[in-house]
């Protein structure tokens, strides 16, 4: 599959934005994704998992995120969100879309900057 992710860019600090991933395939492909995630990276910092959806819709979240960020799919659009509200500084990152299939098989897109500053 591809994956492309938008809807990053600049925000204040206690802002929101939403982050969009596009799911593109075959059908066979599509479903056999078993997990999608977010991951973040910032500058000089490893790549960090943010928040997983699973094909039953069950959600696990990272401590720094949770309350905060809400993971979504829309199986219609082929879409998977991440409503990321009440934005800090610290969240400034380049934020992918990671897809996992039941076998094994992993996919991610090119990712989304994302600058929370005042």
């Known amino acids: 599959v591809q994956l492309v992710e938008s809807g990053g860019g600049p925000v204040q600090p206690g802002g929101s934005l939403r982050l969009s991933c596009v799911v593109s395939g075959s059908a066979s492909s599509i479903s056999s994704m078993g997990w999608y995630r977010w991951y973040r990276q910032a500058p000089g910092r490893q790549r960090d998992l943010v928040a997983t959806i699973t094909s039953g819709g069950s959600t696990n979240y990272a401590g720094s995120v949770k309350g905060r960020f809400t993971i979504s799919r829309d199986n219609a659009k082929n879409t998977v969100y991440l409503q990321m509200n009440s934005l800090k500084p610290e969240d400034t990152a380049v934020y992918y879309c990671?897809?996992?299939?039941?076998?094994?098989?992993?996919?991610w897109g090119q990712g989304t900057q994302v600058t929370v500053s005042s």
């Open positions: 990671n897809a996992q299939t039941y076998y094994g098989g992993s996919s």
